[in-house]
């Protein structure tokens, strides 16, 4: 089955038979990407740490800008002389934007929400900004992603004001109407919705509702990842997977997480984004189907393994060809936190380990085995068969998987 819009293609290749886990194909501009996908953030037009090269080396076919941060530096004048963001970061695959709507929970103190837009103070010199649903468009225009999002009124979901909630939601769809009417190049971007309404189950279904009769190209679920529990974050996810169309991309935003990925998977959904891979390389840590190790610890001094075996990554793969030269954890180890090349080399293990996780996870639902998939998954996680945390047997037994089963 398949569905097109204007400059998206969107084919469903295989459905698990127990949960509602998809594998897709998504065309877009710059060519297709494999669904499930975990997407890297390059905030700044550049993955921290990495060059393009090396994360297209990765098998990334897709990955985030920030509109925001794009916006104030190096601005809308720039990226119009230089032809948009492909051309700035010496990029040739897909772009995702995100509106600018996140910084209003990020960078609250600097803003004012009203029915015209956001007004911002710039963190880098103070000056304000007015952020409207037709300036986030035009920005994210110059700036030429493959896909952009539209502006929400985004509230951290444990807020317990429900009147203001509401306000979020539908303000949120009659932005969405604003977003489509300023969308210049419905040819070659593709707007995607954002479905609002904090914890609320119902209130999510009327957002839900509301935004599929607009009919986007993609549907985003939004406003999560701000410190709610994981159950109640289960809960969201199915409940709006349970309405979307089956021939849309289905995208959770600001997910990360290896845990996450997978249940959410399960629950129904396509698409991921977070910084959290990149950020924790930073910190000396390398994700590993085991779990995350913290390099820095002593114990890793006189470990000359790679950073986790039969792993596809290039920092990896060196150190398990006879004879070569490779990187270690010894050598991480050696250099955390004192040079840079640490991070660098944990970056580029850490985003071929999600994505690769993605890439396993899809395989075993076109093979119709994501339910053994995600019990391996977790079991490598914890070997001794206790200790799976609630909110993920909760999630996984809607689904049709229960991981307490012997």
């Not at 740490?49 to 080396?57: A, D, F, K, V």
């Not at 941060?69 to 897909?94: F, I, S, T, Y």
Request: proline residues 5%; negative net charge.
């Amino acid at each position: 089955m398949s569905a097109s819009s204007a400059a998206l293609t969107f084919e469903l290749v295989a459905k698990c038979s127990t949960t509602r886990a998809r594998a897709s194909i998504l065309t877009l501009p710059h060519g297709p990407v494999n669904l499930p996908v975990f997407m890297p953030v390059a905030t700044q037009a550049s993955l921290k740490g990495i060059t393009p090269q090396q994360l297209e080396n990765t098998g990334c076919r897709l990955c985030l800008n920030n509109t925001y941060h794009l916006g104030l530096k190096p601005g809308q004048e720039v990226m119009d002389a230089v032809g948009g963001a492909h051309k700035l970061q010496g990029w040739d695959h897909n772009i995702l934007t995100d509106s600018g709507g996140f910084q209003m929970v990020s960078l609250l103190k600097l803003a004012t929400i009203t029915e015209e837009g956001v007004r911002f103070l710039s963190p880098h010199d103070g000056t304000p900004m007015l952020l409207t649903p037709e300036h986030s468009i035009s920005l994210q225009n110059s700036i030429g992603s493959d896909i952009i999002m539209q502006l929400d009124d985004v509230l951290v979901t444990t807020s317990p004001d429900i009147v203001r909630m509401r306000e979020a939601m539908e303000r949120s769809v009659r932005w969405l109407d604003r977003c489509i009417a300023a969308h210049k190049h419905p040819d070659r971007q593709n707007l995607f919705c954002i479905i609002q309404g904090g914890l609320d189950l119902d209130m999510r279904r009327e957002c839900c509702r509301e935004m599929v009769a607009r009919d986007t190209p993609g549907i985003a679920i939004g406003g999560l990842s701000g410190g709610e529990a994981k159950d109640d974050f289960c809960r969201v996810v199915a409940a709006c997977t349970e309405q979307l169309p089956d021939l849309k991309p289905r995208y959770v935003m600001g997910i990360g997480y290896p845990e996450d990925l997978v249940v959410s998977v399960a629950l129904g959904a396509d698409m991921f984004d977070c910084v959290w891979p990149t950020r924790t390389a930073r910190f000396g840590n390398a994700i590993t189907k085991n779990g995350v190790l913290n390099l820095k610890r002593e114990m890793y001094a006189t470990d000359f393994g790679p950073l986790e075996d039969d792993c596809g990554c290039p920092c990896c793969r060196r150190v398990e060809q006879e004879g070569a030269m490779g990187i270690t954890r010894a050598f991480v180890h050696h250099n955390a936190a004192k040079e840079t090349v640490a991070a660098h080399l944990l970056t580029i293990h850490n985003v071929w380990y999600q994505l690769n996780l993605m890439r396993e996870a899809r395989d075993a639902i076109i093979a119709d085995r994501y339910p053994a998939f995600v019990r391996e998954f977790f079991s490598r996680l914890y070997p001794d068969g206790h200790g799976f945390p609630s909110w993920v047997v909760d999630a996984l037994r809607g689904v049709g998987i229960d991981l307490l089963e012997t």
